[in-house]
């Protein structure tokens, strides 16, 4: 691990303009690559104390052994200068966007004598238009066969060509009506490039004014009695109205655009792109990247903008260009954008209609493509034992964490304070074995006091069973009907969501009940650094690591059962009545009662006689209910605050309406949290 302080450039040697600078390993090789608008500010940055610097930034700098820099004369030349070094070098440190050559195109290779449509993926090269990126072979295929009947252009390969006009015989497509056959000379050269000009030309979208030409080609035949031209110019017709349907118009006036969209957490991002075109989805593609360095959404934006755009010019950039952030700052991408286009493009963020509408279902699929990654990723056997072996490594344990077991503390505002235990076994959850806990031994917001308390309760109830059961056997950890006892089982490692605080609670709530053989470790969000008892200072793992990867779904899984169990509570105490209080009154009879008369207003003004009508409730029920609701107050009365009228039967009381609290929705919890035993 490098100092940095010994290859620090002296202050004044750093120009104070902008430029593009490059830190290189020991090796000489570039593992960084960044842009400024002031080199000397940017850079200055770096060298300050490692403390201070993000977990990330702090790896880069110890790993590089020096820096240089090349000055350039304004932003937009820094942009350009920096996609072509990452390209060149390809640094380890800087976002990488993977999977983007997977993807086939729609190509006419109109550099040949003879202009061929075929699936191509890779690089683009000169003299091939390039249609799409589609996300399957076979979506190119089915299209290129409706088209081929309108269209007949060539499409087999040289070898193929060249066999044909040897022996003189073209190939089943030419004898069938969907290749012109210029191996043959059934066309010339001239013709037959007007051909895939005019495939070219329906591709891009211009398509009203070629189906208007055939309609009225089609209906001149009609007109002269050639029918059978009249009909093969209708079913030509049909041919390319069912190939527009596969795209359907997302965006009125024609508009080419494209939209992108980011999801990302502490870790890696997805970035998804739909191609518009003359109002449709011509296109599709996706990415995901490790987050190995500091990033902003808006700077995600600004690296997925170079790599759609840093090999394209003309029509291939669009006149607009959505996005969910905008880079800081704007004006040199938006020019840069400009200058491969050749004409103005508008780099903005959707607000309103359809273009907003669209940006949301581009959301979507970033959002399904980030968990479909991590689904991926979490699923693989290989990679699971890797990460325990890696949090085995960097927490210096004896073997690998085979079950862990995360905690965390969820309230709003000091109230409903409740805590969640969620276990992984081998690297996977284990929800069967899920438990929540309300906070008993005091009221109001203390996250520390909080753990101690849970921790204190859960291994307890572990110390009780083992102390009763002596030597455990397999079957003695197991309850009668065959399922694990509820505490049964220790973890290898304890994992609570939070910092230095929080570790120090949980590590003293095992040390007052004796248990020294579970490990403690804590994950805090913002830094993603891990904490250990009795450590100042944090381990950090690789951004890369599996090992954190791991850590970092524990610990969201456990804030998520948390979150849920905390809202449901909120949720039953928000519906509370005081039929609730009713003994002998359960949820069946309460809902009839609410039913017949509407509100609980009303039913508090009943009389005993008129109670006694539901049906299902006896005289002595009904009294009772009358006593309650005498004795229990009445809610104040609600008020309109945008007319300020008073609201009338404000005790509603009907059972599945939920409130939230301000600004914040009541969401239900997945459907296996009920299986979280409340403890």
């Excluded at 303009?17 to 842009?35: A, Q, S």
């Excluded at 709530?509 to 490990?519: M, N, P, S, W």
Aim: hydrophobic share 35%; charged share 30%.
């Amino acid at each position: 691990m490098a100092d940095p302080s010994s290859y620090r450039p002296t202050p004044g040697d750093i120009p104070d303009t902008p430029g593009v600078y490059r830190f290189r390993d020991e090796h000489r090789r570039v593992i960084y690559v960044g842009k400024a608008k002031s080199l000397r500010q940017r850079l200055a940055s770096y060298f300050q104390d490692l403390a201070n610097l993000h977990p990330r930034t702090r790896s880069m700098v110890t790993t590089a052994a020096s820096v240089e820099w090349t000055v350039v004369s304004t932003e937009v030349e820094a942009l350009q200068l920096e996609y072509s070094w990452i390209k060149e070098y390809d640094p380890r440190f800087n976002v990488k966007y993977r999977d983007d050559k997977s993807y086939p195109y729609l190509a006419v290779t109109m550099g040949e004598e003879f202009p061929r449509v075929q699936v191509m993926r890779g690089h683009k090269k000169k003299g091939v238009r390039y249609f799409g990126p589609y996300a399957h072979a076979w979506a190119i295929r089915d299209t290129v066969d409706l088209l081929l009947r309108v269209f007949p252009v060539r499409t087999c390969s040289a070898g193929v060509f060249k066999n044909a006009a040897r022996t003189g015989r073209p190939c089943l497509l030419g004898y069938i009506g969907k290749c012109s056959a210029p191996c043959v000379e059934r066309i010339t050269p001239e013709e037959h490039r007007d051909l895939a000009e005019e495939f070219c030309d329906f591709m891009a979208g211009r398509t009203g004014t070629y189906l208007r030409r055939l309609e009225k080609r089609m209906t001149l035949a009609a007109e002269e009695m050639e029918y059978e031209r009249a009909a093969r110019l209708r079913d030509d017709i049909e041919a390319l109205k069912k190939a527009m349907e596969k795209n359907a118009v997302v965006l009125a006036d024609a508009t080419d655009a494209d939209l992108i969209a980011v999801a990302e957490d502490e870790l890696e991002a997805a970035v998804q792109i739909f191609h518009v075109r003359g109002g449709r989805v011509r296109g599709q593609r996706g990415w995901v990247t490790d987050k190995v360095e500091e990033i902003t959404t808006g700077a995600l934006v600004e690296h997925a903008l170079q790599q759609l755009y840093g090999e394209e010019t003309g029509d291939a950039v669009p006149k607009e260009v959505l996005v969910p952030a905008l880079p800081d700052p704007v004006e040199p991408v938006q020019q840069w954008l400009t200058g491969r286009r050749g004409a103005n493009v508008s780099l903005r963020i959707p607000q309103r209609g359809d273009k907003k509408a669209l940006m949301e279902t581009v959301q979507r699929n970033a959002q399904q493509s980030l968990v479909l990654h991590k689904t991926k990723r979490a699923s693989d056997l290989t990679t699971r034992s890797r990460a325990l072996e890696e949090i085995a490594e960097a927490l210096d344990l004896d073997s690998a964490p085979l079950r862990i077991e995360c905690y965390d503390i969820s309230h709003l505002q000091g109230d409903d304070v409740v805590a969640s235990m969620v276990v992984f076994e081998d690297g996977l959850a284990r929800k069967s074995e899920y438990r929540r806990f309300q906070i008993k031994s005091f009221a109001g917001q203390d996250d520390v006091r909080s753990m101690h308390e849970v921790l204190s309760r859960r291994f307890r109830r572990y110390l009780a069973e083992k102390e009763r059961t002596g030597e455990w056997t397999e079957e003695e950890l197991k309850e009668d009907d065959g399922r694990p006892k509820r505490f049964a089982y220790p973890p290898q490692l304890v994992v609570v969501d939070g910092g230095q605080p929080q570790v120090r609670a949980a590590q003293r709530a095992l040390d007052e009940l004796g248990i020294d053989d579970i490990a403690v470790c804590g994950l805090a969000k913002r830094l993603e650094e891990v904490w250990l008892p009795g450590e100042d200072d944090p381990v950090v793992l690789p951004r890369t690591s599996e090992g954190l990867y791991l850590l970092q779904r524990v610990r969201d899984e456990a804030h998520r059962f948390a979150i849920s169990y905390q809202r449901s509570k909120r949720a039953k105490r928000i519906r509370a009545t005081p039929l609730d209080d009713v003994p002998g009154l359960g949820e069946t009879r309460r809902q009839a009662l609410i039913k017949h008369f509407g509100s609980v207003k009303k039913l508090r003004s009943a009389t005993i006689d008129q109670i006694c009508e539901v049906p299902g409730i006896g005289r002595k029920t009904a009294e009772t209910v009358a006593v309650a609701l005498a004795q229990a107050a009445p809610a104040a009365p609600a008020v309109n605050t945008a007319t300020g009228e008073i609201m009338e039967d404000v005790e509603d009381g009907v059972p599945g309406t939920t409130a939230g609290a301000p600004g914040e929705p009541v969401t239900a919890g997945a459907p296996d949290d009920r299986r979280g035993q409340e403890t």
